[in-house]
C-alpha cells in the first residue's frame, strides 16, 4: 500500500492519491473480472465453433486420402504399435499416423502416407497414397507448403507434375530427372526452374518409405476395417 | 441535435482519409504487409480487424468509468484479446482456407498498434456514440488501405481480382507482387503519392491564399 | 630560366586537379563496353540489339520525366542514364519480353536512383537495381537463355521478344541452360576456350571473358577504375575456389571456369566499381572486394542459383557505408584515437 501511495503522490496530473488511488484489491478484482468474462466468451465461442472446425479438418483429410488412393471409400487411422500395424480411432497425437483406404465393401486398397520436408522456403507436408502388392505410388496431393508463387508452387498446381506420382514405383528409390528425360517407372520429370521444389517432394517421399515400407504388413493382412470407424466416418461426415 | 449530428459524422469520416491509420498515422504495418497478397485476405483481414476494434471501443468505451486507471491496459488488451479469439475461431469454422492463408496473422490482430492506440487515445475518454463512430471511420480506413493493397498487389501478381482472372492465360504475373517486397514496394508508393498528393493540396491552398491576399 | 630558380605555386587549394567529371567518365565507360555490346549482338543477333535499345529508352525517359519534374535536365546528358540502361541491358537475357526490358530501365533509375535522391545519393547500382527486380517479378523469362544464333539466325527476332506488354509467350523450343547451369544442375562442364570468346548462351553482354577483361585495361588505363576492387574480386574467387577444388574436384568448379563463367567479369569490372557505391579508401576497396568473391563462390556453390554476383555486389553495396566508417584513415596528428 505504501509504494501505491508513493507512485501516486509523483503522478504528473498532481491528483492526489486519496481521490484517485483505488485499492490494490479493487484493482485485482477488476482484472480478475475481466479475465473471467474474457475466459467464458472464449470458452462460449470455442464450444459453439469445434464441431464446424473438427468436421472440416476431418473433411480435409478424407478429402485429401480419397484424392490420393482413387477408389477409396472408406478410411481408418492405422498407427504402428509394438511391431505391428494396428488400426485405431483414437484422438491421441503420440504416434506417427497413417491412413488405409478400403472400398466400399471393407476391402483393403491402399496406405495413405503423410510426409514432410523442408523445401525451398519452408516446410513441405504431403500426403500420398501407396499400394503395398504392386509396390507403387498411386497418388500425391500437397497439404501444405510456402513454394514460390508461379515456380515451386507448380509442385501441386503443375497437373503434369502431379501426374508423375499416379503410377511410380518406388524401388529402388525415386528419382528426379529433367523434364522429358523420364525413361524408367521409377523416375519423375522434374519441373523446368523449379528443381529443388520437385526434389524436395521426391526426397520427402523417399526418406518417409524408409521408415514406413519396411514395418507394413504382408500384402492380404492389412488391418481389417473396424466397424466403428465407419459409424466415425458418417459422423464425420455430417459437416459436409 | 444537428451539432452531435456532425460531429459524429466528423469522428466516422477522419479516419478514412485525413487521419487514415494506415497512409498518415502508418500504424498496423504487420498486417498491412503480410496478408495483403490478395484481395481476399486482405479484406477478410480487414473485416476481422473492423470487428475487433468497434468491439472493443464500445465495451471499453461504456466501461470506463469501472476500470482503474492503473490496470486499464492490461484490461483493454483482455478485451481486445477477447474480440480477436472470437473472430478467430469463427473464422476458422466458417472460412478454414482463407484462415490457413491469414494463419498467425489473425490472432496478431491483439498486437496491432492502432487497436490499443485507439483505445487509449479516443475510446476511453470519449462518449460510447462517438468512440463507435471513431472505431468504425478508423477500421474502415485500416479496411480500405488494406483492400488499396491487396488489390493492387493481386492484380499485378496473379493477373485476377477476387480470384476471376482479369488478362487471360497469357498474363505474365508479377511474382515478386505476391512475395512480401511486393508489399513494401507497393505501400512505398502508395505512402510517396498520398504524400505528394497532400504536399500539392497545400501549396495549392497558400498559393490561393497568397492570391487572396494580394487581391484584397 | 634554369632549375635553381624554383617557381613558387600560389593557389589555394586542392592544388591537384583531377580533369575528370562525370559525363567524361561515363563517356569512357560506354566506349569500353562498344567491344562487349557489338559481340552480344553478333551473338545472339538483332533480339540483343533491341532489348539493349529498349532498356537505354526506358533508363533515359524515366531520367527524363523526373528530372525535368524537377527542372534539372542537365543529369540526362551526363549520360549516366545511358550507361545505367546499357549496363541493365548487357546483364538480361537476349530473348527477354521488350516490355520487361523497358520496366527494368523504369525500375533502375526509378527505384535505383531518383528516389534516392539522384547520382550520387544511391546505396545500391541501379542497373543491379533494375536487375533484381527483373528477377524476383519475372523468374522464368528471367532465367530463360537463348543459344548462341547462328548466321541466318541473326536477323530472326524470338518470338518472346515480342510480346505484348504484361503478356508473355511461350519460348520457342530453342532453350538452353547457362554453363552454371549446366554446370551445377546436370554437372557438364563447359570448355573455357568458349567462355573465353563467348559463345555460349548467358546474358547477352556477360559472355565474352576477353572482350570484357579489354573493357576493364581500358577503364584501367583511362584511371576510371579503382583496380583494387576488381583485383580482389577476381583474386578471392581464384583462391577460393582453387581450395574448394582441392577438397572436391568432381563437385566444384575449376578457378578458371569460376574466373570465366557467369556475370562474374561484366560485374566484377562495370558494376562492383561504381564509383557511388563501393567504398573510397584502398582498404575498403580490399575488403569490399573479397566479400564479393567469397560471396559469389558461397552462392554459386551452396545457393538455390546458379549464379550469385548480382546479389553478391548489392549485398556489399549495402555494407558499403560501414566499410567506408570503420576504414577512415586516422587524422594526421591524433594518434590511435577515435572519436
Known sequence: MTRDKADAANRPDGRTAAESEPGSLRLVATLAIAGLLSGVAIIGIFEVTLETITANRARELREAVFKVLPGVELMQKLIYKENKLIATNEQEQDELPIYGGYDSEGQFIGYAIPGEGPGFQDTIKILYGYKADTRKIVGMEVLDSRETPGLGDKIYKDASFVANFTNLSVEPEIIAVKKGKKSAPNEIDAITGATISSKAIVKIINNTNQIWLSNLPEPGQEPELLVVEEESAADTGRGE | MAKDQNQNYEEFVKGLWRDNPVFVQVLGMCPMLAVTNSAINALTMGLATFFVLVGSSFLVSSLKQFIPKQVRISSFIIIIATFVTVIDYTLLALMPKVHKELGAFIPLIVANCMILGRQEAFASRNTVKLAVMDAMGMASGFMIALFTLGAIREILGDGALFGVKLFGDNFEPWIIMILPPGGFLTLGLILLCFNWFTVRKQQFLEKVAAAERSGA | ?339
Not at chain 3, 550507361?83 to 525500375?107: H, K
Open chain 3, 1 to 339: 630560366m634554369n632549375a635553381k630558380d624554383p617557381e613558387l605555386l600560389l593557389e589555394h587549394a586542392p592544388l591537384l586537379q583531377q580533369g575528370m567529371s562525370t559525363p567524361q567518365a561515363m563517356r569512357d565507360v560506354i566506349y569500353s563496353l562498344v567491344p562487349v555490346t557489338l559481340a552480344g549482338i553478333w551473338f545472339f543477333g538483332l533480339s540483343a540489339l533491341l532489348v539493349l535499345v529498349v532498356s537505354i529508352l526506358g533508363a533515359m525517359l524515366t531520367e527524363w520525366v523526373f528530372s525535368s519534374a524537377e527542372n534539372k535536365t542537365e543529369s540526362l546528358w551526363d549520360a549516366s542514364a545511358l550507361v545505367t540502361g546499357l549496363l541493365l541491358g548487357l546483364t538480361l537475357p537476349p530473348g527477354l519480353p521488350l516490355w520487361m526490358a523497358f520496366l527494368g530501365g523504369v525500375v533502375a533509375i526509378g527505384f535505383g536512383k531518383i528516389i534516392w535522391g539522384g547520382l550520387g545519393n544511391n546505396l545500391f547500382n541501379p542497373a543491379l537495381v533494375g536487375r533484381a527486380f527483373l528477377l524476383a517479378t519475372f523468374p522464368i523469362a528471367m532465367t530463360t537463355w537463348n543459344p548462341v544464333s547462328d548466321v541466318d539466325g541473326f536477323f530472326m527476332v524470338h518470338a518472346t521478344n515480342l510480346a505484348l506488354p504484361f503478356m508473355h509467350v511461350e519460348p520457342d523450343a530453342m532453350t538452353s541452360a547457362t554453363p552454371l547451369g549446366l554446370f551445377k544442375f546436370e554437372q557438364e562442364a563447359t570448355p573455357i576456350i568458349n567462355l573465353f570468346l563467348g559463345n555460349t548462351s548467358g546474358s547477352l553482354g556477360e559472355t565474352s571473358g576477353l572482350l570484357l577483361l579489354l573493357g576493364g585495361l581500358y577503364l584501367w588505363w583511362r584511371r576510371d577504375l579503382d583496380w583494387r576492387i576488381p583485383a580482389s574480386i577476381l583474386l578471392t574467387v581464384v583462391v577460393f575456389s582453387g581450395i574448394l577444388g582441392l577438397f572436391d574436384a568432381e563437385r566444384f568448379p575449376t578457378p578458371l571456369f569460376s574466373l570465366f563463367s557467369g556475370g562474374l567479369l561484366l560485374g566484377t569490372i562495370y558494376m562492383a566499381t561504381d564509383p557511388v557505391t563501393s567504398p573510397i579508401t584502398p582498404k575498403g576497396a580490399w575488403i569490399f572486394g573479397c566479400g564479393i568473391g567469397c560471396l559469389v563462390v558461397l552462392i554459386r556453390v551452396w545457393g538455390g542459383l546458379p549464379e550469385g554476383v548480382m546479389y553478391a555486389i548489392l549485398l556489399m553495396n549495402a555494407a558499403t557505408p560501414l566499410i567506408n566508417r570503420y576504414t577512415q584513415p586516422t587524422v594526421f596528428g591524433r594518434g590511435k584515437e577515435r572519436s
